[in-house]
Every structure is written in C-alpha cells, then in structure tokens.
C-alpha cells in the first residue's frame, strides 16, 4: 500500500510557482523584442484611444461645468408669453413678490421701452441698429452675473436722469469706445456711463441700452410693466422654484407666463458632443480588437517557431497544463504590457491636450480600469488558441521539426 502511495505521489504533476511561470512567460518576450513591441502595440493603440475619449470629454465637461457655475446654472427668465393679442403684460409688483420666494437669492427685472436708440440726430429716425433700448432696476448685474468693461452701471442718482449703458454688441454697433459720449434715443440725448462685457448667456443684454427705471418713466413714457424678471435660486431648488413662479409673477394669469433656463442651451450642446464622444469609443473598441488579433497571430507564429522548446520541455517532464500557462501567461503579459503603454500615452495626451486649453485634467477611473482590464482579457482571449494547440503537440513529433 506504501509503494503504491508513494508512486502516485511520484507521478503526480508539479505546479509552477508564480514567479516560474511569470518567468517562462516573459522568456519569450524577451528573445522577441521587436515582434513583441509590434503585437503590444496594437493593444496600446486601442487603450490610449479609449482613455483620451473619455479623458478630453470629460476635461471638456469639467470646464462647462465650471463656465456654467460662474455664468449662472440657477438662473431662470421669466416673460409673457409671446404672440397674444391682447398682449400680455406682466405686473408692477411682481419682482416684489418674486423676492418673497424662500430659496430665490435675488431677482431683477427689464423692461422693453419700445423706442429707438440712434448715434445722432442726423440719423433716419426708424434705424435702431436692431438693438433694444430697455429699462432696467438698479440690482440687474448681479441678478445676470454680468461686469462693467468700462464706466459704471446705473446708480441712485443717474437712474433718475438721462444716463445710459450699452451692452457689449451695442457700443459696437453705435461706435462708442468709451463714457461721456451721447446718443439719440427718442427724442431725448442721453449720455453713456458705461459698457457692459459681453454675457454669453444672454445675447440679448449684449443687443440692448439700459436706462434707469425711472428715467425710462419719465422721458421715454415707460409704463412700468417689466418685460423680462431675472430670477436666481439655490441651486437644489431650482425646479420648485421653477414651478411656483408662473403662479406668483402673475396670479390672474399664471398660464401666460413662461420660464426659462438660459443654460439648458449649452446642456444640450454637450449632449451633442457626448454622441460623439460615443462613435470615437466605438472606434477605439475596433482598434482594441485589431490589437488582439495581432497578439494572437503572434503567439500562434511563436507555437510554430518553439516547438523544438515545447518538444524538449516534455520529454524533460512538463506537463500539457505547464505548457498551456507558459504560452498563455506570455499572451497575457503582452497584452498588460500594451495595456500599460496605452494607458500612460492616453493619460499624457489628455493632459496635454487639457492644458492647451486651460482645462482642468479629468480622466475617469473607470475607464482606466477598464482599459487595463481589457488588455488582460484580451490576452486571455488572445492567448487560449495558441496555448491549447503548444501544449497538444506531442514530444516525439515538435523534437522531430
């Protein structure tokens, strides 16, 4: 019974430790450079695309992200609905009872006064450069995060008299370069106090010239009613918010009420860019593939030119499974090894790619997980065929080629 134990122990396979297979596995790595530098990178092509189209996306996105907070996400524009007849006005109080909100921060309003602004009296009295001459409430800049560029805004004291401020587009069209000069609007010559910089989420303030409120009132023959009420919320409120004010702007009316979201028009851009980002990931899964097919046409190649090494390492004593993780664990390292280079170079070109553009530098975790990932079970894949079909050979036949 003792002999017969100690034979089967005798015959039983050895398993190779780790550190022996992962050496048996980089053996061949090492004779062939060249051909292993190759077949790796085809894989690196694939993870280093990958990584920069999620990378620069997301980069990209961080720097929206980061405009939009500045420019203002919790902004809402509230008007009457357009196209009535009669048309629709909204009343007096209403920014009053809009500032009664609990979560608005601030709220501000302008009103259209429906006449035309012009560079001199000498001007055809109809030609306002398509630009609107609008009365506005002394707390409309920060209600519309919006800057001087140069002069000052409207004040107590110039509100109340024949002062105005261009937007950005405006001072352009009527030629103004600076404070002090006049214009025609109406009938009446106000003087410019200042010019505002450019507000890329409302074009329309960039097309207009504010007076003051009661300047408006009593040279233009502004009634009082607002045209457009500037709203801001804490950001986690803004839905309600959003919902409640048709009700509170116009009680009587609510449904003549419409409420906007300025920057929704740029959430919708980067849905744009993000179907796009979606047809390069695809492309990079294409390259991915073309990778692991070269990884396994090498490996295939390489069973054919070692089969004198795999002949010798049976009649030695290795088994089929010794001979299948060899040649597997050879495919999987090359593959790791494209995974790696592709991971860096895609990491270094997004950053690179970021810092040209003064964007902070995102690269999703995931995706440099899953790229790694994807070279091992590209390796795995890659690496079955060729592995099976070495550790099939038989002894006498490989020693034999």
Known sequence: ??????????????????????????????????????????????????????????????QLMRELSALGTNMLEVRAMPDRDPPVLLPEESVGMVRRIGPVQRASAVANTHTVVRRSDRTDPADGSGLTVLASQLDLLPAINAHMRAGQWLN????TFPAVVLGSISAARLGVTGTGQQLMIGKRWFTVVGILAPVPLLPEIDRAVFVGWPAAKAQL????????????????????????????????????????????ALAAKRATENAF???????????????????????VISVLERRGEIGLRRALGANRGQIRGQFLTEAVALATLGGITGTMLGALATVGYAAYHHWPVVIPLWSTMAGLGGAVVVGVVAGVYPSMRAAALPPTEALAL
Do not use: C, W
């Open 156 to 159: 107590g004291a110039t509100a």
């Open 277 to 299: 980002s979606a047809l390069f990931l695809g492309l990079a899964g294409v390259a991915l593939l073309v990778g692991g097919i070269g990884v396994a046409n090498t490996m």
């Open 221 to 264: 023959g502004f009634d009082g009613h607002p045209t457009v009420v500037y709203v801001q919320s804490d950001e986690p409120s803004i839905e309600q918010v959003r919902g409640v004010l048709p009700e509170t702007v116009n009680p009587a009316q609510p449904a003549d009420v419409v409420v906007s979201r300025p920057s929704d």
């Open 1 to 62: 019974m003792t002999s017969v134990h100690s034979a089967s122990a005798a015959t039983r396979p050895v398993r190779l430790a780790v550190s022996d297979l992962l050496g048996l596995g980089l053996l061949g790595l090492r004779t062939r450079k060249a051909r292993a530098a190759l077949s790796a990178l085809g894989i690196a092509i694939g993870i280093a695309t990958m990584i920069v189209v999620t990378g620069i996306p997301a980069s990209s996105q961080a």
